[in-house]
């Protein structure tokens, strides 16, 4: 069993950043892939970024060059620093743990509007 507690996200202008975390209840070592996923209204949830237990990350081409996830296993978070925010990135975004089933947080909004 994965919990995982999510912070961070809120209202920010376009153009402006924010990060999202995860805390993890396990060793991230552990984790073979952890995720963040998104999922706006009327639309089906996607992955935005992946980061496997080596450091490889993959991003949708939507984000990249915007969006960077990271790892800490000393402190079992991943995090999601966004920058350059758009309206379209406006979303409930959800924090995914992939260890033998899946695991998911609780879910955060992020709203990007002027």
């Known amino acids: 069993q994965v919990q995982l507690v999510q912070s961070g996200g809120g209202l920010v202008q376009p153009g402006g950043s924010l990060r999202l975390s995860c805390a993890a209840s396990?060793?991230?070592?552990?984790?073979?892939?952890m995720a963040w996923y998104r999922q706006a209204p009327g639309n089906q949830r996607e992955s935005v970024a992946t980061?496997?237990?080596?450091?490889?990350?993959d991003y949708v081409d939507s984000v990249k060059g915007r969006f960077t996830i990271s790892r800490d296993n000393t402190k079992n978070t991943v995090s999601l620093q966004m920058n350059s925010l758009k309206p379209e990135d406006t979303a409930v975004y959800y924090c995914?743990?992939?260890?033998?089933?899946?695991?998911w947080g609780q879910g955060t909004q992020v709203t990007v509007s002027s």
């Open positions: 995914y743990a992939k260890k033998v089933r899946d695991f």
């Open positions: 396990t060793n991230l070592f552990s984790i073979p892939v």
């Open positions: 980061i496997t237990s080596g450091g490889t990350t």
